[in-house]
């Protein structure tokens, strides 16, 4: 009786130990596999911003072609009222030169 109390008690200690190696290997592989699926998250966040960036830098191109066009536009007019101005003032000049003789 003895003996067979003493062999449930090893075979509760070997299950006990086999449960535990089990569980020690299950907790392993979860551990791995959170670590692909977060290396996996981490790769398609740094794609997302990826992509982000390259469309943000588009849009800044297209704005600053659109504000150069702009700046352009508006600095050909300064210029050309500028020139009207000069050109008026020249006249003016000679008008008064040749009324003064």
Do not use: P, W
Request: net charge negative; aromatic share 2%.
């Amino acid at each position: 009786m003895t003996s067979d109390g003493i062999k449930l008690v090893i075979q509760a200690e070997n299950d006990a130990s086999n449960k535990i190696k089990a569980a020690k290997e299950y907790k392993k592989e979860v551990v791995n596999r959170a670590r692909k699926d977060a290396a996996d998250h981490i790769k398609a966040l740094e794609e997302d911003l990826k992509n982000d960036l390259e469309r943000k830098n588009v849009e800044d191109a297209r704005y600053l072609e659109e504000l150069k066009v702009c700046l352009e536009t508006e600095f050909n007019k300064k210029v050309g009222d500028l020139d009207e101005k000069c050109v008026d003032d020249l006249i003016s000049k000679i008008v008064g030169i040749i009324a003064d003789k």
